[in-house]
């Protein structure tokens, strides 16, 4: 009876071994397979050709997405006036049209067994003759890490690569492409309108003045705004008349006295090369709704502009540029709301850079 016992034992040990070293055997194979397809050339999965399709309907990790292009530009379907960033259609187009693929897989049969059944993530073109290819996206295989896909109808079931979702994966704001705010690190004069007035900064004679040896740059920042007592503010006075020093060789107290608009106007400059949209309120031209019909203030800079001539270096230390931004009513949950001048775009910016300019 024991020596059966053993027996048993011994067989059960052997068929452990085996089934163990068959499982291993399966999964090298597994394995490599996986590794021989990943190694393989990718080939172009049927679809349209980027430059003939219209329009774009996708339902990937749960985003939905609908564009169209009209007049050689994508929109939103429902929405033409949305600012769509083209860069982000490009890519999706650079994606899959058309779609590189290894495979196809032999004896696929059942889709659903790859994820390609009912609810798969899809992505929908339409040609510019109304002709569509369909693309369904399926698992991912755990071994290779590359996701299951196939075109609509064709049978047949190729693997792409695990980034062929991410271009779809997006809520309609962050596809939205706000406006570029120059780079203006150089700042030659400065303007601002607001209820106090009409506010103006030369900078550029501000430095000229110093660089002449006067001890004071005042004419560099002008003001229409007048003060209680009728005179007009700060900063106003005209720069006196000679430079004569006194008998112990020191300069006047008025040639000393520095510019009392240097430091707001510093500040102000600083905010604009720091300057940046918080989000986009609006896109449909109402800027009466946010207060930019009759703007709380007025900013217009005039800055050296080096990219406007960079192929010619003499040009580019000439090249000038005007940027204006509209700052209306404050945001109910903080901010302002700005527009540059002429779009119908409405941001919102950070309360501390807009009432630099307000007052």
Not at 14 to 31: D, E, I, K, M, P
Not at 75 to 93: C, I, K, N, R
Request: aromatic fraction near 6%; charged fraction near 15%; glycine fraction near 10%.
């Amino acid at each position: 009876m024991n020596r059966k016992l053993v027996t048993l034992g011994a067989m059960a040990a052997v068929l452990v071994v085996a089934l163990g070293g068959y499982v291993g055997l399966t999964r090298w194979n597994a394995a490599q397979a996986a590794a021989e397809s990943a190694a393989a050339a990718d080939i172009e999965v049927a679809t349209l050709p980027a430059d003939e399709i219209s329009a774009i309907d996708s339902q990937v990790e749960g985003y939905a997405l609908s564009l169209v292009k009209q007049d050689g530009t994508w929109q939103l379907a429902d929405d033409a006036a949305f600012p769509l960033g083209q860069s982000y259609v490009d890519t999706m187009l650079e994606t899959v049209a058309p779609l590189a693929g290894q495979g196809p897989l032999q004896d696929a049969g059942d889709l659903s067994e790859y994820g390609l059944g009912d609810g798969c993530d899809t992505i929908v073109l339409t040609g510019a003759d109304g002709s569509t290819a369909t693309l369904l996206l399926g698992d991912t295989n755990s071994l290779t890490g590359r996701v299951y896909a196939t075109v609509e109808g064709s049978g047949a079931v190729y693997t792409v690569s695990s980034s062929v979702r991410s271009p779809f994966a997006h809520t309609r704001d962050e596809l939205l492409q706000m406006e570029e705010i120059p780079y203006m690190d150089d700042i030659l004069s400065l303007t601002v309108e607001n209820a106090a007035g009409t506010w103006t900064y030369d900078f550029a004679a501000a430095e000229a003045a110093q660089e002449a040896g006067s001890t004071s740059s005042s004419g560099a920042a002008s003001s229409d705004a007048s003060d209680s007592s009728g005179g007009s503010t700060a900063g106003s006075s005209a720069a006196p008349d000679s430079t004569s020093e006194s008998t112990s060789g020191a300069s006047s107290d008025a040639q000393s006295q520095e510019d009392p608009q240097a430091d707001l106007a510093s500040q102000r400059a600083d905010a604009l090369a720091l300057l940046a949209w918080q989000s986009c309120a609006a896109w449909d031209g109402d800027l009466a709704a946010y207060g930019l019909d009759s703007p709380a203030a007025t900013v217009t800079a005039v800055y050296s502009d080096s990219a406007a001539g960079s192929e010619d270096s003499s040009a580019a230390a000439d090249a000038q540029a005007t940027f204006t931004m509209l700052i209306g009513s404050a945001c109910p949950d903080g901010g302002y709301y700005a527009c540059l001048s002429g779009s119908d775009l409405v941001y919102t910016i950070d309360a501390d850079t807009a009432e630099l300019f307000l007052s």
